[in-house]
């Protein structure tokens, strides 16, 4: 059974103050890992998509990572403005390539 | 464009009630989605469509039917609301293809049922 896991549940930062947040993943074949962003009462927004092992991508403070079991969001001097909740999903392959799981995120807050 | 539009924003339903919840893209994406979220559990994928006229059960389908006549929308049914229904609902549409797929996601409707 496809699985998203993810660490920690709730992190609090001060603002400058950088760190990472997991997604581990157990998918019968992955066709792409995802990461969004959620505030409250909002819809999930896009932030990444990767696709293979060894992929990065940037975007301002945020940088995200993929291994063949994990991913990372690496958050480099967070601004309280980044405080949201992250979710990770994934892609499995299938008949239509339409499986997406979720994890249940990742509540950041970013004090000043 | 306004991108994935949903309706009703809350709404609350006595148990045994039907309703439609409302969803509808400007974005020309052949795929859309129907996801609900439980606190501290991530979106489960109710049904998906690929195009017009074709539709498949998700994760979590029982409870809940879809149709899609157009491209543009996709409203998603519960027919006799159970408690078991409270939740977030979230629409969402991509192009679906292989190195373009990231979902856009609607506002979400908030439903208690009662």
């Known amino acids: 059974e496809d699985q998203v896991t993810q660490s920690p549940e709730a992190l609090r930062l001060q603002e400058g103050e950088s760190s990472s947040l997991n997604c581990s993943y157990t998918?019968?074949?992955?066709?792409?890992l995802f990461w969004y962003r959620q505030d409250p009462g909002k819809g999930p927004e896009f932030l990444f998509t990767?696709?293979?092992a060894g992929e990065e991508k940037e975007k301002e403070r945020l940088k995200a990572t993929l291994t063949k079991k994990e991913s990372f969001l690496h958050i480099t001097a967070p601004k309280p403005e980044d405080s949201a909740t992250y979710l990770c999903?994934?892609?499995?392959?299938?008949?239509?390539?339409?499986?997406?799981?979720f994890g249940p995120g990742t509540r950041l807050s970013v004090l000043p | 464009n306004a991108g994935v539009t949903q309706t009703p924003k809350f709404r609350i339903l006595k148990i045994g009630q039907s309703m439609t919840l409302q969803c509808a893209q400007d974005?020309?994406?052949?795929?859309m989605y129907w996801y609900r979220q439980d606190p501290g559990m991530g979106l489960k994928l109710i049904y998906y469509?690929?195009?017009?006229?074709?539709?498949d059960k998700g994760e979590v389908p029982n409870g809940y039917n879809v149709s899609r006549s157009t491209t543009e929308d996709f409203p998603l049914r519960l027919e006799l609301a159970a408690p078991s229904q409270t939740s977030v609902y979230f629409c969402?549409?991509?192009?679906?293809?292989?190195?373009?797929?990231?979902?856009?996601f609607g506002p979400g409707t908030r439903l208690t049922v009662l």
């Open positions: 969402a549409s991509s192009y679906g293809t292989r190195k373009d797929n990231e979902q856009f």
């Open positions: 998918v019968s074949g992955l066709r792409g």
């Open positions: 990767l696709y293979s």
């Open positions: 999903a994934v892609q499995a392959e299938d008949n239509y390539g339409q499986n997406f799981v």
């Open positions: 974005m020309n994406h052949n795929y």
């Open positions: 469509s690929v195009g017009a006229g074709i539709t």
